[in-house]
């Protein structure tokens, strides 16, 4: 699977990694079995997003950093995951900001927090702080105007971007509107957000019907993208659990 994903792709989120650390011949696999180039974008284990929610994960965090290392050039960013009832009060903030200004430099730090409350100033120069990516969620939990604001300022030298709705609702809306053809807004507001940031990373969901699949390649076709196979190592026939993207 991740040997033909790799020919139609240049990077894949890795959802397995949320639920725990990789094996290490597991990882050696994923990086000997793409082409150079290639990416992989790996969720932080919930262990430390949503049990211990930002406080003290120490070791679990060292123990998976360096197991992910070995992916060498081939590590991209590195997904924090907000648990969805993680409020912006006081104590969570408090929280939060301990964590962001402790976490180990040489990293692609991404965050992704899913309540409103979050999308102040005050986060966004945090983050801008530490070159950590606010992720730019087309979800239920931020509004349009805040989309759009980290569009034109975003808070790393990269960008992170989850089109996470069940039905693709941007996408799948601009498709009607446009009788039949991906309306072009994604890649305007992408070639403007390049004015930016070094690269842009963006993953879609994967849905049963494979509406995910698709409006990846639409959109790949929008922005003019076309990603080639170059040659690997190792056997091909390694699996990333992409539940999620």
Same mark, same amino acid.
């Given at each position: 699977?991740?040997?033909?994903?790799?020919?139609?792709?240049?990077?894949?989120?890795?959802?397995?990694?949320?639920?725990?650390?990789?094996?290490?011949?597991?990882? %050696?696999?994923?990086?000997?079995?793409?082409?150079?180039?290639?990416?992989?974008?790996?969720?932080?284990?919930?262990?430390?997003?949503?049990?211990?929610?930002?406080?003290?994960?120490?070791?679990?965090?060292?123990?998976?950093?360096?197991?992910?290392?070995?992916?060498?050039?081939?590590?991209?960013?590195?997904?924090?995951? *907000?648990?969805?009832?993680?409020?912006?009060?006081?104590?969570?903030?408090?929280?939060?900001? $301990?964590?962001?200004?402790?976490?180990?430099?040489?990293?692609?730090?991404?965050?992704?927090?899913?309540?409103?409350?979050?999308?102040?100033?005050?986060?966004?120069?945090?983050?801008?702080?530490?070159?950590?990516?606010?992720?730019?969620?087309?979800?239920?939990?931020?509004?349009?105007?805040?989309?759009?604001?980290?569009?034109?300022?975003?808070?790393?030298?990269? *960008?992170?971007? %989850?089109?996470?709705?069940?039905?693709?609702?941007?996408?799948?809306?601009? %498709?009607?509107?446009?009788?039949?053809?991906?309306?072009?807004?994604?890649?305007?507001?992408?070639?403007?957000?390049?004015?930016? $940031?070094?690269?842009?990373?963006?993953?879609?969901?994967?849905?049963?019907?494979?509406?995910?699949?698709?409006?990846?390649?639409?959109?790949?076709?929008?922005?003019?993208?076309?990603?080639?196979?170059?040659?690997?190592?190792?056997? *091909?026939?390694?699996?990333?659990? %992409?539940?999620?993207?």
């Amino acid at each position: 699977m991740l040997g033909e994903y790799a020919q139609r792709f240049p990077t894949v989120e890795v959802d397995d990694t949320f639920y725990g650390i990789p094996p290490e011949p597991v990882v %050696r696999l994923w990086r000997d079995s793409v082409p150079a180039g290639f990416s992989f974008a790996l969720k932080a284990p919930q262990q430390v997003t949503h049990e211990q929610r930002f406080a003290g994960p120490g070791g679990l965090l060292k123990r998976f950093l360096e197991r992910i290392s070995i992916l060498e050039e081939k590590l991209g960013p590195v997904l924090l995951l *907000a648990p969805i009832g993680f409020e912006s009060n006081d104590a969570n903030r408090a929280a939060l900001r $301990v964590f962001v200004n402790t976490l180990p430099s040489g990293f692609l730090w991404a965050l992704e927090l899913r309540h409103a409350g979050w999308f102040t100033e005050d986060i966004s120069d945090m983050f801008r702080s530490k070159n950590v990516a606010m992720v730019i969620g087309e979800n239920r939990w931020v509004s349009r105007s805040s989309v759009l604001k980290l569009m034109n300022e975003p808070t790393a030298d990269f *960008a992170y971007i %989850r089109w996470a709705s069940r039905s693709q609702t941007v996408l799948s809306a601009e %498709r009607s509107a446009s009788n039949g053809h991906v309306s072009t807004k994604w890649g305007e507001m992408l070639e403007g957000l390049s004015s930016f $940031v070094k690269t842009a990373y963006g993953y879609f969901n994967i849905n049963a019907d494979g509406n995910g699949l698709r409006s990846a390649e639409e959109l790949q076709r929008t922005i003019g993208q076309q990603w080639l196979e170059a040659s690997v190592s190792g056997d *091909a026939a390694a699996s990333v659990d %992409r539940d999620a993207f």
